[in-house]
C-alpha cells in the first residue's frame, strides 16, 4: 500500500522557533508538496518540489522554506515560527504523470 | 484567484437519501477533476476522478458528473451514510501545466442517521 508518512501528528512549538516538519513517500514519485489547511480556507499550497533539489513556490510561501535532497524526502521549514503559522500542515506526492495526489495524515502544528 | 470554486460550505442530509456536491472551475485547461474526502485529524484521501473527455464516472456509491460547457461538475453520493460525514473537496490538474492540483475551499456534509 502506498505511503505517505509526516514525521509528526502534533507539535506545539514557541514563537521565534524554527521548526522542521518531515515528509516521507515510499511511492518513488517526482513531484511532492506542502499543504496548509485552514477553516473556511480549504487547501492552500505553500511549496512543491518536481524532483531532487528542486522547488518552486506556491501560494503562500512566505515565512516557509523548503528542502529536498533525496527523492523520497520533502522537508518544510518553518524560519521563524508565528502564531499564524498554527495550523495543519499536509504532505502530499504525485507521479510526474499525475494525476492523483497521495497525502500524508497530516501535522497539527501549534506556535504559542 | 481561485480556479476551483465550492459554494455551499456546509451540507446536511439524511442516512440513505442522496448527497449532492458542487463545485465550478475557471480553467478550461484543466485534464482531470478529482474529488477527496478528510475527516478532522486526518489526511485528504482520494476519492474518484473524471478525465476532462468524459462527462461521467461512477464508483460504487459515488458518481461525478462534468458539464464542461458550464465548467461545472457534481458529486453524487447516494444513499448517504453517516461515515460519509467529512468534509470533501474537489480539485483539478492541467497535467501539461506545472502538475499541481487547484483545490476548492471544501464542503462539509453531514449524514444525520
Known amino acids: 500500500d502506498v505511503k505517505v508518512t509526516q514525521s509528526s501528528r502534533y507539535l506545539v512549538k514557541r514563537t521565534g522557533e524554527k521548526v522542521f516538519l518531515e515528509c516521507v513517500q515510499d511511492?518513488?514519485?517526482?513531484?511532492m508538496f506542502w499543504y496548509r489547511q485552514d477553516p473556511g480556507l480549504g487547501l492552500r499550497l505553500i511549496y512543491f518540489?518536481?524532483?531532487?533539489?528542486?522547488?518552486e513556490k506556491g501560494d503562500i510561501p512566505e515565512g516557509y522554506s523548503v528542502s529536498r535532497e533525496k527523492k523520497e524526502r520533502f522537508s518544510l521549514i518553518l524560519e521563524s515560527a508565528s502564531t499564524n503559522q498554527t495550523s495543519m500542515y499536509l504532505c502530499?506526492?504525485?507521479?510526474?504523470?499525475?494525476?492523483?495526489?497521495?497525502f500524508g495524515q497530516g501535522t497539527r502544528l501549534t506556535v504559542v | 484567484d481561485q480556479q476551483v470554486k465550492q459554494n455551499s460550505p456546509s451540507l446536511s442530509v439524511q442516512e440513505g437519501r442522496i448527497s449532492i456536491l458542487n463545485c465550478d472551475y475557471t480553467n478550461s485547461m484543466f485534464d482531470y477533476f478529482l474529488w477527496y474526502k478528510k475527516y478532522p485529524a486526518e489526511g485528504p484521501t482520494f476519492l474518484i476522478s473524471i478525465s476532462s473527455i468524459k462527462d461521467k464516472n461512477e464508483d460504487g456509491r459515488f458518481t461525478v458528473f462534468l458539464n464542461k460547457s458550464a465548467k461545472h461538475l457534481s458529486l453524487h453520493i447516494v444513499p448517504s451514510q453517516p461515515g460519509d460525514s467529512a468534509v470533501y473537496f474537489c480539485?483539478?490538474?492541467?497535467?501539461?501545466?506545472?502538475?499541481?492540483?487547484?483545490f476548492g475551499k471544501g464542503n462539509q456534509v453531514v449524514v444525520i442517521p
Open positions: 502530499a506526492s504525485s507521479p510526474r504523470t499525475g494525476p492523483r495526489a497521495f
Open positions: 511511492m518513488d514519485h517526482e513531484n
Open positions: 518540489s518536481y524532483d531532487v533539489k528542486m522547488k
Open positions: 480539485a483539478a490538474i492541467s497535467l501539461k501545466g506545472n502538475n499541481r492540483l487547484a
